[in-house]
């Protein structure tokens, strides 16, 4: 979770379709950051883990897809 901002500044000068793939990822990893829960019944952590969680499974969707195309 390191590390969003340099992500960030890498990509914040393209303006392609790659670049706003990689922004919008970013911009899911933030919201999943901010997100506290509502204790007891909705602990924060486990709502981190899960968001994490579905970020990655959708990583590793567009990784074993070969990436964005490139154009």
Same mark, same amino acid.
């Given at each position: ?8 500044r890498?990509?914040?000068e ?5 670049a706003?793939?990689?922004r919008g990822?970013?911009?899911a ?6 997100? =506290? !829960?509502? $204790?007891?019944l ?10 994490l969680?579905?970020?990655?499974a959708?990583l ?5 897809k =070969? !990436?964005? $195309?490139?154009?």
């Amino acid at each position: 979770m390191r590390g969003v901002r340099t992500v960030e500044r890498a990509v914040e000068e393209r303006t392609d379709p790659e670049a706003e793939v990689i922004r919008g990822y970013c911009v899911a990893v933030r919201g999943a950051l901010s997100d =506290g !829960g509502h $204790p007891p019944l909705d602990p924060g952590g486990l709502h981190l883990q899960q968001r994490l969680a579905a970020i990655a499974a959708s990583l590793d969707q567009v990784a074993k897809k =070969g !990436g964005c $195309p490139r154009r």
